[in-house]
C-alpha cells in the first residue's frame, strides 16, 4: 500500500512537471514562430522600401521589379514558380500592397508585393531558415522536457517517500505491537488449552451429556483462539496469505461459528440459526476467515432487536462462495458502509463493542481477493455479504 502510494505521488509530481514544461515549451515555440514571422515581413517590407537605392536587399531575399510596361526584372536565379506574378498584377492595378506566401517545389517563400516610384517591387524570402530554426528550438523543448520529467520523478519520488514515511514508521509500530501482544498470549493461551483438554480427558463416566457438550464447546474455543492468535502474528509479520493457504470447508465453518454464538444468542432471546448449501470449499486461510464471520456474527447480535433473529446464509454460486449475515436490528445507511470499515466508528444502535468488526472484515476479504457488499436500509435490519472467489469455479 505505501508503495503504491510512493509510485502514484510520484506520477503526480512528473505529469504535473511534464505537463508545465510542455505548456511552457508550446508557449515559446509559437512565440519564436510569431516573431521570426513579424521580422521576416519587416524585413520584406525595408526590401521594397530599399529597392533600386544602392542598399543591397539582405542574404536570402530577392527582390523582383515589374517596369509600368510590365516586364519584370530581377532574380536570375529564382525558383521556379517565382516572382508571384498574380501578387505583381494585383499590386500593379489597385496600387494597394499585398503580403502573402507561395509554395513552390523549393519550398514555401513569404512575398511581399508594393508599388514603389511607379513600379512594383515585390520581395521574396524562403522561410526554410526560419523552419530550420523552429526545428532545433523544438528538439531543444524535447529534451529539456525530458530532462525535466527525469529530475521530476526523482524529486517527486524522495518527496513521496519523505510523506510517507510517518505512515511506514507507525504500520511498522503497530505491527510490532501486535506482534509482542501475540507473543506474550501465546503462553497463557497455550495454557489454557491444555488444561482444557485435561478437564476432558478427566470428565467422569457419569457427567451430564450437557456438560461434555460445555467442556468440548471450551476445547474448540481455546483452539480457536489459538489458531487466531497465530493468525494475527502471521499477520504482523506480513505474511500473505498464500503463504498459509488451505482448503476451507465453509459449511463447517458456519456451522462451527453458529455453535459458538448459540449460548450468547439464547442469553439474548435472539434466535440464531444458520441455512448452508454444501459442499462450499475456499482456499484461505481458515482463522481468518472464521475471524471475520465472528465478527460479522457478533456485530449482527449487537444490533439485533430484542427476542430478534439473525441468519446465517452460505450458498455457492458460480466462481463464487457467498456468505451472508442478516439480523432485524436497527440497520444502517448501505450507502455508508465505507465509513462503517473505519475502525472505531460504529453503525446504528446502542450496541457495545469499539467498532473494530467491519474494518477487520474489510481486511480479511481483502487478503482473500474477495467482496464486501451490503443491503440495509434505517430501522428495516441489515444484511451483510461477504463473496470469495472459488477455485473450482
Do not use: K
Request: overall charge negative.
Amino acid at each position: 500500500m505505501i508503495t503504491g502510494a510512493r509510485w502514484r505521488l510520484t506520477g503526480l509530481v512528473g505529469a504535473a512537471v511534464l505537463v508545465g514544461v510542455l505548456l511552457s515549451g508550446v508557449v515559446t515555440w509559437f512565440s519564436v514562430a510569431r516573431a521570426q514571422d513579424a521580422a521576416a515581413r519587416s524585413v520584406l517590407r525595408d526590401a521594397v522600401e530599399d529597392a533600386g537605392g544602392s542598399t543591397e536587399p539582405p542574404d536570402g531575399v530577392l527582390v523582383f521589379l515589374r517596369e509600368p510596361d510590365g516586364t519584370i526584372e530581377g532574380g536570375a536565379d529564382a525558383p521556379a514558380g517565382l516572382p508571384d506574378r498574380r501578387a505583381l498584377e494585383a499590386v500593379a492595378a489597385s496600387g494597394e500592397p499585398v503580403a502573402g506566401e507561395v509554395t513552390t517545389d523549393d519550398g514555401r517563400f513569404l512575398v511581399y508585393t508594393a508599388a514603389q516610384g511607379g513600379r512594383v517591387v515585390q520581395a521574396v524570402e524562403d522561410v526554410r531558415v526560419h523552419e530550420a530554426e523552429q526545428a532545433r528550438l523544438s528538439e531543444g523543448i524535447a529534451l529539456a522536457s525530458a530532462l525535466g520529467l527525469v529530475l521530476a520523478l526523482v524529486a517527486g519520488y524522495l518527496l513521496a517517500r519523505r510523506a510517507t514515511q510517518p505512515l511506514e514508521q507507525a504500520l511498522a509500530r503497530q505491527r510490532r505491537f501486535v506482534a509482542d501482544a501475540s507473543h506474550e498470549l501465546r503462553t497463557p493461551l497455550a495454557r489454557l488449552t491444555l488444561r482444557s483438554q485435561m478437564i476432558e480427558r478427566s470428565l467422569p463416566d457419569d457427567c451430564s451429556a450437557e456438560t461434555r457438550a460445555d467442556v468440548r464447546m471450551l476445547v474448540a474455543e481455546t483452539a480457536g483462539m489459538a489458531e487466531a492468535l497465530t493468525d494475527l502474528l502471521d499477520a504482523a509479520r506480513m505474511r500473505a496469505v498464500a503463504d498459509g493457504a488451505e482448503e476451507v470447508d465453509l459449511v463447517r465453518l458456519v456451522r462451527d461459528v453458529v455453535a459458538s454464538d448459540a449460548m450468547r444468542a439464547a442469553a439474548s432471546g435472539t434466535a440464531l440459526t444458520a441455512e448452508v448449501e454444501g459442499p462450499c470449499v475456499v482456499r484461505g486461510r481458515r482463522a481468518s476467515l472464521r475471524r471475520a464471520l465472528s465478527a460479522l456474527v457478533d456485530n449482527a447480535l449487537v444490533h439485533a432487536r430484542d427476542g430478534g433473529a439473525v441468519v446465517v446464509r452460505l450458498r455457492c454460486e458460480p466462481g463464487w462462495a457467498v456468505l451472508e449475515v442478516a439480523d432485524d436490528g436497527a440497520g444502517f445507511d448501505a450507502h455508508g458502509l465505507h465509513r462503517l470499515e473505519r475502525p472505531f466508528v460504529r453503525g446504528g444502535g446502542a450496541g457495545e463493542g469499539f467498532g473494530l468488526g467491519l474494518a477487520l472484515v474489510r481486511e480479511v476479504v481483502d487478503a482473500h481477493a474477495g467482496r464486501l457488499e451490503a443491503s440495509a436500509r434505517p430501522g428495516e435490519g441489515a444484511t451483510v455479504s461477504v463473496l470469495l472467489p472459488r477455485e473450482d469455479g
